[in-house]
């Protein structure tokens, strides 16, 4: 009985670990807004970091626009703009940890909040 405890004891740590690891949500995804101190046509522009801080990958990864105007044009392949609704990356994974990055000139900036993605560990 000693034996099987033995080696059960770390299977099921290890479990719980991984487990534990992958509980994320949409609060993983954070996003970080600079001023970069060049000004396009009239308007300051700003340097955006989107950053997935979880062990999980994240796709679908939806924010929060409503009103977003830029005088630089944003590549769509990083963020296409649907409504009130922004998609990030055309919906492609951003893996753990892994960081997208645009810039956009406006004044004054956009709140730009995470609303929904799909997880997968």
């Not at 034996?3 to 991984?18: E, N, Q, S, W």
């Not at 977003?68 to 919906?91: A, H, M, Q, W, Y």
């Not at 940890?97 to 000139?105: C, E, N, P």
């Amino acid at each position: 009985m000693a034996a099987t405890f033995k080696y059960l004891f770390p299977i099921l740590f290890l479990t719980l670990i991984v487990k534990g690891s992958c509980e994320c949500s949409i609060n993983n995804i954070n996003i970080g807004t600079t001023r970069s101190g060049r000004v396009i046509q009239g308007q300051p522009e700003w340097n955006v970091v989107v950053i997935n801080n979880c062990t999980c990958t994240q796709s679908q990864i939806r924010l929060s626009c409503k009103g977003f105007k830029t005088s630089e044009s944003v590549s769509p392949s990083i963020l296409s703009i649907e409504g009130d609704s922004c998609l990030l990356i055309n919906g492609n994974p951003l893996n753990s940890f892994a960081t997208v990055r645009f810039s956009y000139a406006w004044d004054p900036p956009f709140l730009l909040l995470p609303t929904s993605s799909s997880i997968s560990c």
